[in-house]
């Protein structure tokens, strides 16, 4: 149980088009999700919470407009990179959490790479 | 605020040996879980290990133990008989009850054969 999946797990895209990745509770209703950027070797970024429903909360210096995110249902939220430029390309990890559930269940990661 | 300190960046480790990993954290919070996640090459998140602060007794799976100093705050895991398997990045993390998790920067454990 407790199973997070992430689509696509890679993409590449050209600079200036915009990138959705979507991240599914596959067998329980998330109501949270989290959304982590990760750079090689290093630790995971939250970049925003969100919650079924409502809008997300993003971490200080994370643009909004840049990176929007949708919370739309209890078993999916999606994380759009718009006007993606190089220096967006990055491993993007969502997680989700069960409420009332201290603990949090990760996604498999997505790579995406902006040439 | 919540941090969460791994002051070994790389350690290694011969196969069949043991090995300890070292966190600290600071939460001012009381009510507050403790993990150890593993992310191997692929990079899925697995959690290791997971510890209730309220819990004395020290949380094992099998070949990972952990070393839970409350009153220091700090959080070793120590694995056992050390697996090719078990080379990967090793994160500590916090999560103050009804918060969000907080990782450290992460250690890289190499297992030698």
């Known amino acids: 149980g407790a199973v997070v999946s992430q689509h696509p797990s890679r993409v590449i895209c050209k600079s200036g088009t915009s990138v959705k990745i979507e991240c599914r509770s596959l067998?329980?209703?998330?109501?949270?999700m989290f959304w982590y950027r990760q750079f090689p070797k290093k630790s995971l970024m939250l970049m925003a919470t969100?919650?079924?429903?409502?809008?997300?909360?993003?971490e200080q210096g994370v643009e909004k407009d840049k990176f929007l995110i949708n919370h739309a249902s209890l078993t999916l939220s999606t994380l759009t990179v718009t006007s993606a430029h190089p220096e967006d390309s990055s491993f993007y990890i969502c997680?989700?959490?069960?409420?009332?559930?201290?603990?949090?269940?990760f996604g498999p990661g997505t790579r995406l790479t902006v040439l | 605020a919540q941090t969460v300190t791994q002051s070994q960046p790389e350690m290694s480790v011969q196969e069949a040996e043991t090995v300890t990993l070292s966190c600290t954290y600071d939460?001012?919070?009381?009510?507050?879980?403790l993990f150890w996640y593993k992310q191997p090459p692929s990079r899925q998140m697995i959690l290791v290990i997971r510890?209730?602060?309220?819990?004395?007794q020290n949380a094992t799976e099998n070949r990972f133990s952990v070393n839970f100093q409350k009153a220091a705050k700090s959080f070793s895991l120590k694995i056992s008989d050390s697996q090719l398997g078990d080379a990967a990045m090793y994160f500590c993390?916090?999560?103050?009850?009804?918060?969000?998790?907080?990782f450290g920067e992460g250690t890289q454990l190499t297992v030698n054969p």
């Open positions: 997680s989700a959490r069960i409420g009332g559930l201290n603990e949090q269940f």
């Open positions: 939460t001012s919070e009381s009510d507050y879980y």
């Open positions: 067998d329980f209703q998330a109501t949270t």
């Open positions: 993390a916090l999560l103050p009850r009804g918060s969000r998790l907080t």
């Open positions: 510890q209730e602060a309220y819990k004395q």
């Open positions: 969100s919650n079924e429903g409502s809008k997300a909360t993003y």
